[in-house]
T-cell receptor
Framework: EPEVTQTPSHQVTQMGQEVILRCVPI?????FYWYRQILGQKVEFLVS????????KSEIFDDQFSVERPDGSNFTLKIRSTKLEDSAMYFC???????????FGPGTRLTVT | QQQVKQSPQSLIVQKGGISIINCAYE??????FPWYQQFPGKGPALLIA?????SEKKEGRFTISFNKSAKQFSLHIMDSQPGDSATYFC???????????FGKGTKLTVNP
């Protein structure tokens, strides 16, 4: 069964450093998403991406964040200058169409020290 | 208005019992209501979803009941098993938006 994959599973970085989280969505899916989950809290939407453009973003997704689909398979989330409060699980998701079922990857645990 | 309120926060059920988790929303533009199951250290896995044109959807031991007038929906797990022990999130999405709005989650424990 196709699934969303994410790398790395755990990333530790120092405050102020740049990190790139990587995702490979399900191959026939056209819509891609990033969500985050701070430990013990609910899952929060960050951004959606379609046709090489951001289609929707939340207030969390400020200028420190960017997304990119550098090739036909990868989808990345970059945090330019990490803060302690960026520590969270980051989930990538994908769907076939805009209002379709979203399938989540296993997540990347980001720890900012 | 964008919130989805989920209750209870935690739930303990005996094996074989029925687990019921409830969610309520205010935004009448929401038109898609999925439930996700999450095990520790894993990503949310889509369990079952419903759209407002039906009042109930059943898949195996899992049933969503939807009450459009009350703006509530619930997940029923019949014959609950220890393997069902996980955190369950309800979510909602509105037409024209790709953003899923999640509830705060319910930690379900099924005792053997």
């Amino acid at each position: 069964e196709p699934e969303v994959t994410q790398t790395p599973s755990h990333q530790v970085t120092q405050m102020g450093q740049e990190v790139i989280l990587r995702c490979v969505p399900i191959s026939n899916h056209l819509y891609f998403y990033w969500y985050r989950q701070i430990l013990g809290q609910k899952v929060e939407f960050l951004v959606s991406f379609y046709n090489n453009e951001i289609s929707e973003k939340s207030e969390i997704f400020d200028d420190q964040f960017s997304v990119e689909r550098p090739d036909g398979s990868n989808f990345t989330l970059k945090i330019r200058s990490t803060k302690l409060e960026d520590s969270a699980m980051y989930f990538c998701a994908s769907s076939v169409w805009a209002e379709g079922e979203q399938y989540f990857g296993p997540g990347t645990r980001l720890t900012v020290t | 208005q964008q919130q989805v309120k989920q209750s209870p926060q935690s739930l303990i059920v005996q094996k074989g019992g029925i687990s019921i988790i409830n969610c309520a929303y205010e935004n009448t533009a929401f038109d898609y209501f999925p439930w996700y199951q999450q095990f520790p250290g894993k990503g949310p896995a889509l369990l079952i979803a419903i759209r407002p044109d039906v009042s109930e959807k059943k898949e195996g031991r899992f049933t969503i009941s939807f009450n459009k007038s009350a703006k509530q929906f619930s997940l029923h797990i019949m014959d609950s098993q220890p393997g069902d022990s996980a955190t369950y999130f309800c979510a909602a999405d509105q037409g024209g938006s790709e953003k899923l709005v999640f509830g705060k989650g319910t930690k379900l424990t099924v005792n053997p």
